[in-house]
């Protein structure tokens, strides 16, 4: 017996349904295994997607957190980055070996100021670029300097629009869940000023 239209649009493939009443079915993912000795075939479920109905489309089961969840601060990091590729570039040449260092520093003294080392940890920085060492007077002088060139740099992609910019990017953080990053769910205004701004938010 075929199912409605409403739930066919929810089965792709690799996708099985049960029926539970004729407003109501489930959707799990599962695979087909042969039983040892007979020509028969069991349905084996491997995960729970979840329920359709008919007013409600599919209703997505939540998934099981296992294991820690760790948070980081990831969105004014990301915007400062993406200002600054060239500059990166440049340090390499410069500083050598110890660029990272000067790099991820300058990015956290434009961010916390002179809280920026005991931040590092809670920044997607640390990440990114883990296991830098954020001391030595010559590194700091570097990283400030950069602090001034992102001032800058802001000003000329954001203008007015820098403030509410900046509150965007601070609600936005990565997520260590499942045993896999993602990002936070973007609000609309987050999409909106990745298209006018050319923002990539991923990591």
Request: hydrophobic residues 35%.
């Amino acid at each position: 017996m075929p199912y409605p239209d409403w739930v066919m649009q929810h089965k792709t493939k690799g996708l099985y349904v049960n029926k539970v009443n004729e407003e109501t079915y489930r959707l799990y993912r599962g695979h087909s295994q042969r039983i040892p000795g007979t020509n028969k075939v069991k349905r084996i479920v491997d995960e729970y997607i979840g329920t359709i109905t008919k007013s409600e489309g599919l209703k997505r089961t939540q998934p099981k957190v296992k294991g820690s969840v760790r948070v980081l601060r990831y969105g004014r990091s990301c915007v400062l980055s993406q200002l600054m590729p060239q500059y990166a570039r440049q340090l390499k040449q410069v500083i050598g070996p110890h660029w990272e260092a000067a790099y991820v520093w300058g990015l956290l003294l434009h961010q916390y100021g002179e809280s920026a080392v005991s931040w590092y940890r809670y920044d997607w920085l640390s990440e990114r670029y883990p296991g830098v060492e954020l001391s030595g007077a010559h590194l700091k002088q570097e990283a400030l300097r950069m602090t001034v060139m992102l001032d800058d740099k802001l000003r000329q992609r954001f203008g007015a629009a820098l403030p509410r910019m900046l509150e965007i990017a601070d609600r936005i953080y990565r997520v260590h869940v499942n045993g896999q990053w993602v990002t936070s769910e973007l609000e609309p205004e987050a999409v909106q000023a990745a298209r006018g701004y050319g923002i990539v938010w991923e990591g």
